[in-house]
């Protein structure tokens, strides 16, 4: 290994015109690379439930009252007081996010993939970000560029960042911070980023900028607190928290105590010690969801981090252990997990990751001879990419074999076992080239992977919305209230039938048809098949019923509605 490599560069001094212009290269070429994997196919499967039906409504009501304010100016508090499908106030996260997916609107119309594609782009520009993390903490181009291309190729980074959700937001501005953190160091107008980063998290997810935003400032104190005098780092810090802090206050004047019960406590502070909506686990639930899907660079990580430890004297090994460590310490002792809580963690993988590959990758000073990897390393490895090849046959043999093969993910997976082949050969032999490989074979396993039908696997929990808010639509008035059978739910169903459908149990739905409102009209029901004959009777005489059969269980579905005039 370089002696150099991690212990000292050119801290201080500025990179000749050069290298700047072979940076800017590298950083268009990841930004390419990643905006290519993240759209490919982004709106080939319906948006899921919960996040992307939830930020799509609120969304869509915003747009449209976007194209109102051309022609009647009380339209715009629309934008500031968000509200859901039916005129409900939306106090979940503030609104930055739903602004960027309302203008795709605009440009694009009402679809999956201008849901998506705002998040999208986000995920993809944090990449050559964390690229330029990389040069800021090694100094070298080898070990920034190993980063980058892990970080693109983790599974979770690729399929939650195509989602309409905010974490892929979160990704990019939480970058975008520290990258700016780093290098306030050489020039200290750049902590003038800083705080914009950090208004734009806050604008994105409330008190999770402020957490991340306490990470990135613990370093500075800890690592070069002299910018904790900067006057550029305050300018910035005002300018990014005063639009929050302005959004706040009008929420207050409007909501008052209502805004600080929900959105404050119930979607934010609380989730550290209640399980809020029945999402909770153990302690260890992000170390599985790591261990799960981390696959193939949590093979590496164990010796990486104790690379890390062993050089904590060192500002970059102090960014990351602080980074990764506070972060993944908190997240677990909350008591609400959800998968995409762990996001913010993998950049900070990817770099330790990074920095172990570039070891492998870079021979000694004094011999041009490629660095032997030490044996227990080898063997474990090895072992490790021949598990990974005999589960992805497995896997292949398992889909091939079922009624409708899903060959893209037959596709995915033999890409998956012929990386993993190639690579334990490569370890085998000793030869460093098994770094490009493997970053190569999985780039390509994941673009197989979210050009399949399976790639939001969670749509096959449930029965498909799209038919059955069709029905809705056809026979029902626009923003009506609708009571349905199933007992979960299900904001995309909202989204598509521009309705709101509520949850009942059986006997809440006949009260609701033996009690009518005051309008003395029968409700709108959405029931199973065998539902139908335990609703009383006198009543359903009097709606009209209409059947649709879907993929999902339940299969059969009955809209009881009164019949159109």
């Known amino acids: 290994m370089s002696p150099n490599l991690f212990t000292y560069g050119r801290f201080g001094r500025s990179l000749p015109t050069q290298e700047r212009w072979i940076d800017l290269a590298w950083a268009g070429g990841l930004l390419l690379a990643a905006s290519f994997l993240l759209c490919f196919q982004l709106g080939n499967l319906p948006l899921r439930d919960w996040d992307e039906g939830i930020v799509a ?83 070298e181009r080898v070990p920034a560029l190993f980063s980058a291309m892990v970080y693109l190729t983790w599974l979770p980074i690729v399929r939650q960042g195509r989602l309409a959700m905010l974490d892929g937001a979160i990704l990019c501005f939480f970058l975008f911070m520290m990258a700016c953190l780093l290098r ?39 690592d070069t607190p002299r910018l904790l005098s900067c006057g550029y780092l305050w300018l910035g810090l005002g300018l990014g928290i005063a639009p929050v802090a302005s959004w706040y206050g009008a929420q207050w004047l409007q909501y008052q105590h209502q805004f600080v019960g929900e959105h404050l406590m119930k979607q934010s502070i609380n989730r550290v010690w209640e399980d809020v909506g029945s999402n909770k686990g153990p302690v260890w639930y992000y170390l599985l969801e790591v261990l799960k899907y981390g696959v193939p660079w949590i093979f590496f990580l164990p010796q990486a ?36 809580y762990v996001l913010p963690l993998y950049p900070a993988l990817s770099l330790l990751v990074g920095a172990q590959l570039s070891r492998l990758w870079t021979p000694p000073l004094a011999s041009s001879v490629h660095q032997p990897m030490r044996m227990t390393y080898r063997k474990a490895w090895t072992g490790l990419f021949g598990l990974l090849m005999a589960i992805s046959g497995a896997g292949i043999a398992y889909f091939v074999t079922q009624p409708n093969p899903e060959w893209d993910i037959v596709l995915a997976l033999g890409t998956l076992g012929i990386t993993g082949l190639v690579v334990m050969i490569l370890l085998f032999r000793q030869d460093r080239q098994f770094i490009p490989v493997l970053m190569w074979g999985m780039y390509l396993t994941l673009l197989f992977f979210v050009g399949s039908n399976v790639w939001i696997w969670e749509l096959n929990e449930a029965y498909p919305v799209k038919p059955i808010a069709q029905m809705i639509q056809a026979r029902t008035p626009d923003r009506s209230t609708i009571y349905t059978s199933y007992f979960a739910n299900r904001p995309s169903l909202n989204f598509y039938s521009g309705r709101q459908v509520i949850p009942a149990d059986l006997p809440t739905l006949i009260q609701k048809l033996q009690t009518p409102d005051r309008s003395k009209q029968l409700p709108y029901l959405l029931v199973e098949a065998d539902v139908v004959p335990q609703l009383p009777a006198k009543q359903v005489k009097q709606l009209a019923s209409i059947e649709v059969k879907t993929l999902g269980k339940p299969s059969t579905w009955v809209l009881l509605a009164k019949a159109k005039e």
Not at 316 to 334: H, N
């Open 57 to 139: 409504q609120v969304a869509r009501e915003i747009w449209r009252s976007g194209s109102a304010i051309f022609h009647d100016l009380s339209a715009w508090p629309e934008w500031i007081y968000p509200k859901d499908v039916v005129g409900n106030p939306y106090f979940n996260k503030p609104p930055l996010m739903h602004w960027l997916v309302a203008l795709s609107y605009g440009l694009g119309g009402v679809t999956e993939l201008s849901s998506r594609l705002p998040s999208a782009l986000l995920t993809a520009t944090s990449v050559p970000l964390l690229y330029w993390i990389g040069r800021e903490i090694f100094y």
């Open 305 to 340: 981090i104790g690379f890390a430890w062993h050089h904590r004297n060192l500002s970059w090994a102090r960014l990351l252990l602080l980074w990764s460590g506070v972060y993944f310490a908190v997240i677990s002792i909350m008591s609400t997990k959800l998968p995409w």
């Open 184 to 222: 306030s160091r050489r020039d200290l107008r750049w902590s003038c980023g800083v705080g914009i980063g950090i208004g734009l998290m806050c604008f994105t997810k409330g008190i999770l900028g402020l957490f991340l935003g306490a990470i990135g400032l613990a370093f500075m104190v800890w």
